[in-house]
């Protein structure tokens, strides 16, 4: 009888801190923001930009993402993402104009998209069956541990180094776990061709998830960028302690993601999971924004917004195998999920931005960032329609 091959957790964690380099990547912009507008003179909607414009491969390459690990193999892939968020990153950090910088955050956001959709693969074919679903609970973990431990080293960086400091630090990240990529099992990740099946696409399921993804992510997106420095006038905050405010967020996502997966797994719908963190939302993000409160209750808002946050991407990739009719539509599914991510992060920071600025206070960007969160309700509820018997509790 043949004895089936142990969990490579040692690989299972290099492709995981994979994605917290890719996740660094990501998050830096928002502590960098008010250092960025002083040191480079840049508009709110120009900050917006530098967010939003890593997410640019995400929008264009989601619905083909998940072919490219079949076609190019998840570990060369992996090694691809992390060369280009470190050369983009080191190049960035020397950025002498916004259009070099915005320049580096596109290819970054190649880099992380190419990351971010093979690492996964990866972590499968470095599992055993019974390990998988822990293994992929490792990997949901990627973006909020990046981004806690950004937050938390920015304060030192951006006052030893301004804002080129976090550039560079995220790019020597990645420089760290190419190194360790060679500790990788050699049969794993290689490439096994295959042709893309889009036929899914043409039901009305997948286009739903997308845009509840676009929802979520164009209203987190928004508000993360913004926070720290709307904690600093709001607060009288200085930079540093701003910062690490805002790392409040991440951090609360956390426990979210961890009671999402509990949740699925006790046989909560997934389309609930969705649904349910939105309704309080609707109260946390405009209180958090708009009122006057004190440091104490700013802090709980911060904690409960990220802890709401962090349940919903848990249904959005539940929900992707139960609108596949087989498993290998699986993968084009995640992929739009993944455009509609991209897009919302694409399109919400700079237009928060620019009704920043216009309007001078968070009346209507808090407005808007609400008809998001009543947008994915509505498509929670859709979603559960259309799984209604393969979505039914254990």
């Known amino acids: 009888m043949a004895i ?41 909607l120009q900050i917006g930009w530098v967010m939003s414009a890593g997410a640019l491969a995400s929008f264009l390459l989601g619905v083909a993402s998940g072919q490219l690990s079949h076609w190019r193999g998840s570990r060369r892939l992996v090694r691809d993402g992390l060369l280009l968020v470190m050369v983009a990153g080191a190049l960035s950090a020397l950025a002498p ?34 390990d998988i679903g822990l293994a992929m609970g490792i990997w949901a973990l990627w973006m909020p541990v990046g981004s806690v431990l950004m937050l938390a080293i920015a304060p030192l960086l951006l006052g030893t180094f301004g804002w080129r400091g976090l550039w560079a630090v995220s790019a020597a990240a990645a420089l760290v776990v190419l190194s360790l990529l060679p500790g990788l099992p050699h049969h794993v990740g290689t490439p096994s061709g295959g042709r ?45 302690a701003a910062t690490l405010a805002s790392a409040l967020v991440p951090a609360a996502i956390i426990p979210g993601n961890l009671l999402g997966g509990l949740l699925v797994h006790r046989g909560v719908r997934p389309w609930m999971l969705l649904a349910l963190p939105a309704l309080p939302l609707l109260l946390v993000m405009p209180s958090l924004l708009l009122l006057p409160l004190t440091p104490p209750v700013t802090y709980l808002l911060l904690a409960l917004y990220g802890f709401f946050l962090g349940i919903i991407p848990t249904g959005i990739f539940t929900l992707a195998p139960l609108l596949a009719p087989t498993p290998a539509a699986t993968g084009p599914i995640l992929g739009l999920a993944l455009s509609g991510q991209g897009l919302g992060i694409l399109m919400g920071p700079p237009l928060v931005g620019w009704l920043l600025e216009s309007a001078d206070g968070w009346t209507y960007p808090a407005l808007l960032l609400g008809l998001a969160l009543v947008g994915l309700i509505l498509c929670a509820f859709a979603l559960g329609r259309a799984t209604p018997l393969v979505a039914r509790p254990h």
């Open 4 to 44: 089936a091959t142990p969990t490579h957790w040692r690989g299972v964690s290099i492709a995981f801190l994979a994605g917290v380099a890719a996740a660094t990547a990501l998050a830096k912009a928002s502590p960098a923001a008010l250092d960025l507008r002083g040191a480079m003179q840049l508009t709110l």
């Open 97 to 130: 104009t916004p259009a070099w910088l915005l320049t580096g955050r596109g290819l970054e956001g190649f880099g992380v998209v190419l990351i971010t959709v093979a690492a996964p693969t990866l972590i499968v074919s470095l599992s055993r069956r019974e």
């Open 196 to 240: 893309l099946d889009l036929k899914v696409l043409r039901r009305g399921g997948p286009w739903l998830l997308a845009l509840a993804f676009f929802c979520f992510s164009s209203q987190f997106f928004s508000v993360f960028t913004f926070l720290p420095t709307h904690l600093a006038q709001t607060m009288g905050l200085s930079t540093r």
